[in-house]
């Protein structure tokens, strides 16, 4: 049974950081495509950011473009996302993903993602 379990939310000032943290249990986490994906409230879950299963490529909305980075750890079964020079409309439910096909190439498009995480709040305050 495949596990996706976030943390590393909470509540920060604009200007802040924080950093998420997604570990993986249940699949070949080494061969998965990853990726985070954020919810605002009375919005649809939007993309955030990519990253390929061999983490040579990554992807990002133009809006966290040079203030947010994806990274992941094979050997810990965990993708990141450090969020730095936060802004209030960061604020989100912020959720993991693994593609729903082993070996894929990430995307940026909700469903190519089979598996989700229960998600983590990020609250920026101004």
């Known amino acids: 049974q495949v596990q996706l379990v976030e943390s590393g939310g909470g509540l920060v000032q604009a200007g802040g950081s924080l950093r998420l943290s997604c570990a993986a249990s249940?699949?070949?986490?080494?061969?998965?495509?990853m990726a985070w994906f954020r919810q605002a409230p009375g919005k649809e879950r939007e993309f955030v950011a990519a990253?390929?299963?061999?983490?040579?490529?990554?992807y990002y909305v133009p809006s966290v473009k040079g203030r947010f980075t994806i990274s992941r750890d094979n050997a810990k079964n965990t993708v990141y996302l450090q969020m730095n020079s936060l802004k209030p409309e960061d604020t989100a439910i912020y959720y993991c993903a693994a593609a729903a096909v082993s070996g894929s190439y990430a995307s940026t498009r909700k469903t190519e993602y089979g598996y989700w995480g229960q998600g983590t709040q990020v609250t920026v305050s101004s």
């Open positions: 249940g699949l070949t986490f080494s061969r998965y495509p």
């Open positions: 990253i390929s299963w061999s983490t040579s490529t990554t």
